[in-house]
């Protein structure tokens, strides 16, 4: 028994030797398993730093370039010619040049920005040299992007066969990076692992279009066609403006007419709140910008909302099993005897939240967007009436017409501060409808469903007499001040029965107390609703009249309003053009029925000019200097300022026409 017994504990510790361990799942070696749902790290092929250290390298050489090609001719001509000089990213001034490449450029340096946020190395190419960190490198990369697609933007505004060629150098090799990094990574452990590559769409389509937009540019400027179309029909909108303002009463008188009938009408007020081309008048560039970064915001918060919040609640709701019943029984909340009947009452909940979520989500994004579109239409308007003489109304304190330094500093953040307010309207709504929608669906809808938790309805049910007193005093009065107190005489309305009015009055004092708190909540309800929805709206003021001074927003717009029409009113460069063309005759290469670049400065600086030259150019120059001389006389002197424009006195700079 014994030699059985030995045979048996060798055989035991040969089995165990064997086995080895009780875990037969256990991975072998290095070997390690992911949890279910989690994405595991990517790892490209090219470390990011080396693809960013490439691309800030190539963009400095391409900056140099572009340097070496831009004269320094605008202020002395003679002085310094032929230095290098610091090519614009973007010319805010020029509405003849196309405005799709800087809306392209800017959606891209702000997708760039918004994924940056979630970054783990905000400037990719310091991991070469030391470890990933954040904090103040964040702040540096601010800086660093803006630097970055400084040189892809300026290739556009030096108008030459090499600029475009650098452009679309630049714009491959931009965009066959970032769709080389999305191929190699698709997904990413932050967030949701698509979101890296949804919130990089935008990115794409930015570097998508420069990348076709550059090699046609290229190709144009090779076949000499550039100068012979499209610089015509970019450069006329100054004179376009001058035919459609000098033609407006041909035009209305002969369309006055027409205007009959259902159809008609409606179009005319579907107008006034959304946007639609008007011939003669563009926006400005600044605007158009605004407009691209408001969609490209909406679009990236919306994402970020609803990537970082649905996936969770779906991966809850089927994470619950039948041991939530013990956890609502702590709590003291028994919904059903039966387990897996509380597992589909808490998934079911757990749903109508995610139904509940989603539909705050579109509805946010849907107003802002209305709200975006008649934000354009008031633009226009204002722009008009400005225009046309009409003076900004900033409340009581005077407002000077002239430039100062605040309106400077208001034009260059208006379009940063558009996208800042909407991306903040956007999460203010989107925290407001989603309460409400949670307020409807648990305490309305969901009740009278199930025929449970009928809290809210008992509530009102044990309060009706209350409701029903302010329903019946409201009503009492309103009929009382209709049959009783009102009385028309000759056409002309008459208060009567003095003394029961002011025994009511004085009689119904406590329930009227109690009608103006209910009154005040949905005072405080409805200005809070309302502030959120048009929290973006920089073109209305959140404050009353008197204090819209102290709204950051409607005080950098009307700035801003001052800046543009103050330098780019399209009626005076026009007349800069016209009288330009009489001062020096245009090459042959030159365009016939535009403006040759620079021409409005030129114009604008005729009346100080010294050249010997110029002032004998002939009779017409002569006349055209007199003509400048008496408009600035004329709207610099101070006598006349309380009589200029008394026709447009009524017209302010909040869209009313004249």
Not at 17 to 44: A, K, R
Not at 61 to 87: D, T
Not at 190 to 216: E, H, Q, R
Request: overall charge positive.
């Amino acid at each position: 028994m014994s030699r059985a017994a030995e045979n048996q504990s060798s055989s035991g510790d040969a089995e165990d030797y064997s086995y080895g361990s009780w875990y037969l799942d256990e991975p072998q070696g290095s070997q390690e398993l992911q949890p279910e749902g989690v994405v595991p790290s990517c790892h490209p092929s090219v470390p990011p730093g080396v693809l960013h250290a490439c691309l800030a390298v190539l963009s400095i050489l391409v900056l140099l370039l572009l340097a070496m090609l831009v004269r320094r001719r605008q202020l002395w001509p003679h002085c310094g010619h032929g230095r290098p000089g610091l090519p614009s990213p973007v010319d805010f001034s020029a509405g003849e040049r196309p405005r799709a490449v800087p809306a392209a450029i800017f959606m891209v340096l702000f997708s760039s920005l918004c994924l940056l946020l979630l970054a783990e190395a905000p400037l990719p190419f310091l991991t070469l040299a030391s470890p990933p960190g954040s904090g103040s490198w964040k702040m540096l990369a601010l800086l660093y992007y803006p630097a970055l697609y400084y040189p892809l933007a300026a290739c556009a505004t030096v108008r030459h066969g090499a600029s475009h060629l650098l452009g679309t150098m630049l714009a491959w090799t931009h965009f066959g990076v970032q769709v080389w990094q999305r191929a190699e990574c698709p997904q990413l452990p932050k967030i949701y692992k698509y979101y890296s590559l949804l919130a990089s769409l935008p990115l794409l389509l930015g570097l998508g279009f420069l990348s076709l937009w550059y090699p046609v540019q290229l190709v144009r400027s090779f076949s000499h066609r550039t100068g012979v179309g499209s610089e015509e029909q970019r450069s006329s909108y100054p004179e376009e403006y001058l035919r459609t303002l000098l033609c407006r009463k041909k035009l209305g008188s002969s369309s006055h007419t027409s205007k009959h009938g259902f159809l008609s009408r409606a179009w005319t007020r579907f107008r006034h709140y959304i946007y639609t081309p008007q011939r003669g008048f563009r926006l400005p560039l600044k605007l158009v910008l605004s407009a691209t970064l408001t969609g490209t915001s909406i679009y990236q918060v919306a994402l970020l909302l609803l990537v970082g919040v649905v996936p969770t609640i779906q991966k809850v709701r089927a994470g619950i099993t039948t041991d939530v019943s013990y956890l609502l029984a702590g709590f003291g909340i028994v919904l059903s005897e039966d387990r897996q009947e509380v597992v589909e009452l808490v998934k079911h909940h757990l749903w109508a939240v995610e139904v509940c979520y989603v539909s705050a989500l579109v509805l946010s994004c849907s107003l802002t967007f209305f709200v975006l579109i008649r934000s354009l239409v008031t633009h226009r308007a204002n722009l008009q009436a400005l225009h046309r003489g009409a003076a900004l109304d900033l409340g009581p304190l005077p407002q000077s017409p002239h430039l100062s330094r605040q309106a400077i500093f208001c034009w260059m953040n208006f379009s940063a501060y558009q996208t800042a307010f909407t991306c903040l309207g956007l999460l203010v709504q989107q925290i407001i409808f989603f309460l409400g929608t949670m307020a409807l669906a648990f305490l309305v809808f969901m009740p009278v469903l199930h025929g449970r938790n009928l809290l809210l309805l008992r509530s009102l049910e044990s309060l009706w007499p209350f409701w029903l007193t302010l329903a019946l005093a409201v009503t009492l009065q309103n009929m009382a001040a209709h049959w009783v107190f009102l009385e028309t005489r000759h056409g002309w309305a008459e208060l009567t029965n003095r003394r029961m009015l002011y025994a009511a009055t004085f009689l119904l004092f406590p329930i009227n107390v109690l009608v103006g708190a209910v009154v005040a909540a949905w005072r405080v309800l409805l200005s809070a609703l309302y502030n959120a929805i048009h929290f973006g709206q920089m073109d209305l003021s959140l404050l009353p009249p008197r204090a819209a001074t102290l709204d950051p927003g409607y005080h950098t717009y009307c700035n801003f309003l001052k800046l543009e029409v103050s330098q780019a009113h399209p009626a005076m460069t026009a007349f800069c053009a016209l009288l330009l063309r009489t001062q020096k005759p245009q090459p042959a290469s030159a365009p016939q029925g535009g403006l040759r670049l620079g021409a409005e400065e030129e114009g604008m600086q005729l009346l100080q000019t010294k050249d010997p030259v110029a002032k004998g150019a002939g009779p017409r120059a002569c006349q055209g200097r007199a003509r400048w001389g008496l408009a600035y006389t004329l709207l610099h002197n101070p006598a006349l300022q309380a009589f200029r424009k008394q026709a447009l006195s009524g017209a302010q700079a909040n869209g009313a026409q004249s």
